[in-house]
C-alpha cells in the first residue's frame, strides 16, 4: 500500500535506539511481530501503515508487556501509534463505561496544543475503528458546550490539553478514577507552557489511579530530557523503560553513537570518564 507521507520510512531502519531499564521487552522486526488484536492489524492496514517505525518496533511490546516507559524521539517518529496500539490493546479487555452526563474514561492522553490534541484524536478514530472504543477531544479556546455533549455519548479515550481537563474535573463532569493508562505526548513542550501545575493536579491530586500497585500503565514522550521531564518520569512512572530514538539522518557514517542514561548525580563523573 502507498504510504501517505513525505518520510522515508525505510531510512528510518538505520537510526538507533536505544533502551535502558531493567528486563526490556525485545523490540519486533514487523507489524505481524507484534501480535496485536486483529481488530488493530486491519486498522494498521486501512490507515496504509507497511511496517512500524522503530520507536513503535520498540514500544508496542514493552507497552504491551505492562511496563512503564520514558521515551526521547524526535517529532516524525512515529509516536502517536507507538502509544496508541498498546492502549487500546489494553482497553479491549476492559469493561466500558456507559454513557453518561460524567465521564469515566479508562485511557488519558495529554498533550499540549489544540492542534496536537486533534492530530491524535483523529489517529485515534483510525485505530479505534470497529474496537468498541470511543475517542473524544478536548481542548481549550472552544465551546465546552460542544465537547461536554460529545463526552456525554460515551469517552473510553480522552485526549485532553490540562488545562480543559482541569476545568471539566472543576465542573463535575469527568472522574479519572478508572484510568488504566496514561500518557503524556511532548512533554516538554507542556512544561515550557507552564502546564506542570495542571499536570501534577491531574496526575497526583485528583482521583488518577496509582502507579506504585499496577492499577496505571504509565507512558511519557519528550524531544528532550531535562531536569524537569526526569522529575516527573520519577514521579509518575514505575520501575520504567528508557528509549531514547536518535534522529534521522543526523548520524554520520563514521560516527558511533551510543546512548547512556544517567541520573543527575552521577552525570559529572560520567562526562569525566568519557573526556578521559
Ligand atoms: P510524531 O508524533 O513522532 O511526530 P506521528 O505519530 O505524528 O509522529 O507520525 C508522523 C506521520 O507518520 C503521521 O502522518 C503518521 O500517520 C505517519 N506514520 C506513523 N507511523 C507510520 C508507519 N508505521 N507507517 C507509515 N506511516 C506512519
Ligand atoms: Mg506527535
Known amino acids: 500500500m502507498e504510504e501517505k507521507t513525505g518520510i522515508n520510512f525505510d531510512r528510518y531502519d538505520n537510526i538507533p535506539v536505544e533502551t535502558s531499564g531493567r528486563d526490556a521487552p525485545p523490540p519486533a522486526a514487523d507489524f505481524a511481530g507484534l501480535n496485536l488484536p486483529e481488530v488493530l492489524n486491519q486498522n494498521i492496514q486501512l490507515a496504509g501503515y507497511a511496517k512500524p517505525t522503530p520507536i513503535q518496533k520498540y514500544t508496542v511490546p514493552i507497552s504491551i508487556a505492562g511496563r512503564d516507559l520514558m521515551a526521547c524521539a524526535q517529532t516524525g517518529s512515529g509516536k502517536t501509534a507507538s502509544f496508541l496500539l498498546p492502549m487500546i490493546t489494553k482497553l479491549l479487555g476492559i469493561e466500558k463505561p456507559p454513557p453518561a452526563r460524567k465521564a469515566y474514561p479508562l485511557a488519558l492522553i495529554l498533550s499540549p496544543t489544540r492542534e496536537l490534541t486533534s492530530q491524535i484524536c483523529n489517529e485515534a478514530k483510525k485505530f479505534c475503528y470497529l474496537s468498541g472504543c470511543r475517542p473524544v477531544v478536548v481542548y481549550g479556546g472552544a465551546d465546552i458546550r460542544d465537547q461536554l455533549r460529545d463526552l456525554e455519548r460515551g469517552c473510553d479515550i480522552v485526549v ?117
Do not use: C, W
Open 160 to 276: 485532553a490539553t490540562p488545562g480543559r481537563l482541569v476545568d471539566l474535573i472543576e465542573r463535575g463532569r469527568m472522574s479519572l478514577n478508572r484510568i488504566a493508562f496514561l500518557t503524556l505526548d511532548e512533554a516538554d513542550r507542556m512544561l515550557d507552557m507552564g502546564f506542570e501545575p495542571q499536570i501534577r493536579r491531574i496526575v497526583e491530586g485528583e482521583d488518577m489511579p496509582s502507579h506504585r500497585n499496577g492499577s496505571r500503565q504509565t507512558m511519557m514522550f519528550s524531544a528532550t530530557f531535562p531536569k524537569e521531564i526526569q522529575r516527573l518520569a520519577a514521579d509518575f512512572l514505575y520501575d520504567y523503560i528508557f528509549l531514547a530514538v536518535g534522529r534521522v539522518g543526523s548520524t554520520h557514517e563514521n560516527i558511533t553513537q551510543r546512548v547512556e542514561f544517567v541520573d543527575d548525580h552521577i552525570k559529572r563523573d560520567v562526562l569525566q570518564r568519557l573526556l578521559r
